[in-house]
């Protein structure tokens, strides 16, 4: 060993991040999922899949496909036991029973790290299934086709994986970066309308942030993706997933070690919301009032203007996304999320706030009264349009 040697050397490792678009991924379009599978030296490549009961249940010809592809393909591919179904939402994170099941499914199928988990789901069964891959042998490889807008337009494309402990949402986790993610427009066919618009509060979101054109196009195109107009829906969906993409791949900082969340804009109270509404409040329904919150503090202390304002209000309103809930108005328990926010990252409190459309800046402290205000004329607008509706349908 050279005795002159530095004691701080920095490296780093070259990731591939691999995004693929389409529209029938088990019929027309299968080579985007058979290319994915490399072949495992000389032979073919063990393959497990994972599937949320819900698209299960709502696609029923889904398992029926699978197996199909799976038999159309022997040889080339190596299947692995029974398709695995495993239930949707919270329940999958928050269940440790179902960690150890994923586990043991992986350890008697003899999974190694050139086999591949592909896991079709919601984002929480994206996020328990990829922990447990990410865990077992340190690393299998996992290809994520997300049947939800916000894990196919945000969560999905990200390196994060995780389940729920000590009652606290994402607390074992890690970060793995999949072999692949397939954003397949058929998978949304099921999703329940609520589901539906939610992954665009997130479109908003980075729209926002990153490109005052796309911000303008999205919310052109708001009505039509609330009436499930695809044409308009998957677009916006793919440029919500390149720009979360980019933040990762161009951002610099993908394993979150820095103290600032750029993306997180708005989060920090809708992560709060979401635990104290128990929940009733989707990952969604909660960033859209966290943005337009953000969005009017912005304006009465950064300067963003107000018809900028008002065109983010308009434009989740539009997508059938309801900002206002009775818990957003217990500011006290609020604000007690800006210390969680800033404790889940360390360092100090950084939040991401706006001067422009396109153009976000960061902050260390809030003015508990100004966010007050912003609550009560988010809320104020809620109202509005809620009575505005009545008043439609009456009329
Ligand atoms: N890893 C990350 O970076 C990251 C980022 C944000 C959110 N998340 C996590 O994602 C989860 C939320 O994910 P989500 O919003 O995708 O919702 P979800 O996974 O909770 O799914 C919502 C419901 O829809 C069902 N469902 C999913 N796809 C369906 C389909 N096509 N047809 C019919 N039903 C379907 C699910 O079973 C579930 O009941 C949370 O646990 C959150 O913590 C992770
Ligand atoms: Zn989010």
């Known amino acids: 060993m050279p005795t002159d040697a530095p004691a701080d050397i920095e490296f780093s490792i070259p990731f591939v991040h691999r995004l693929r678009f389409t529209r029938d991924i088990l019929g027309a379009d299968e080579s985007v999922l058979l290319d994915l599978l490399e072949p495992s030296g000389d032979l073919p490549p063990r ?10 249940q709502a696609q029923p010809d889904l398992r029926h496909r699978l197996r199909a592809f799976v038999m159309r393909h022997e040889g080339r591919i190596t299947p692995t036991g029974n398709i695995q179904v495993l239930p949707g939402g919270e329940i999958v994170k928050n269940d440790i029973h179902l960690l150890e099941r994923m586990l043991k499914v992986f350890h008697a199928a003899n999974l190694d790290r050139r086999s591949y988990i592909v896991v079709i789901g919601g984002g929480a069964v994206l996020d328990a299934v990829g922990f447990a891959a990410a865990i077992a042998h340190r690393g299998i490889r996992l290809i994520r086709l997300p049947t939800t807008t ?18 606290k949402k994402n607390w074992l986790g890690t970060f793995a970066v999949p072999w692949g993610i397939i954003n397949d427009s058929s998978l949304l066919s ?25 911000f303008s196009e999205l919310c052109s195109l708001a009505t039509r993706i609330r009436e499930r ?12 997933a390149e720009f979360h993409r980019a933040h990762i791949t161009r951002g610099g900082d993908p394993f ?54 008002a065109r983010v209000l308009q434009c989740l309103d539009e997508l059938g996304l309801v900002l206002d809930h009775p818990v957003l108005h217990d500011t006290a328990t609020l604000f007690a999320g800006l210390e969680e926010f800033r404790q889940h990252l360390g360092g100090r409190l950084t939040l991401t706030m706006l001067e422009a459309v396109g153009r976000p800046f960061e902050v260390h402290s809030v003015d508990y009264a100004k966010m007050g205000e912003a609550i009560a004329q988010v809320a104020a607008f809620a109202k509005t349009q809620q009575s505005g509706r009545r008043k439609h349908r009456i009329g």
Not at 190 to 213: H, M, N, Q
Not at 229 to 240: G, V
């Open 47 to 56: 393959v497990q899949f994972w599937v949320d009961e819900s698209i299960a």
């Open 150 to 167: 916000l894990a196919q337009a945000d969560s999905g494309v990200g390196v994060k994986n995780s389940v729920n402990l000590f009652h």
């Open 190 to 214: 099921s999703l329940p309308d609520r589901d539906f618009v939610c992954g665009f509060s997130e479109a908003v979101k980075v729209t926002l942030l990153k490109d005052a054109a796309r």
């Open 229 to 240: 107009d695809m044409t308009a829906a998957e677009p916006m969906i793919r440029i919500s």
């Open 256 to 309: 979150e070690m820095l103290e600032a969340r750029p993306l997180d804009y708005g989060h920090w109270s809708a992560h709060k919301l979401e635990v104290m509404s128990d929940f009733q409040l989707k990952h969604g329904e909660a960033v859209a009032i966290g943005v337009a919150v953000d969005t009017v503090y912005s304006s009465l202390m950064f300067g963003l203007p107000k018809s900028d304002v």
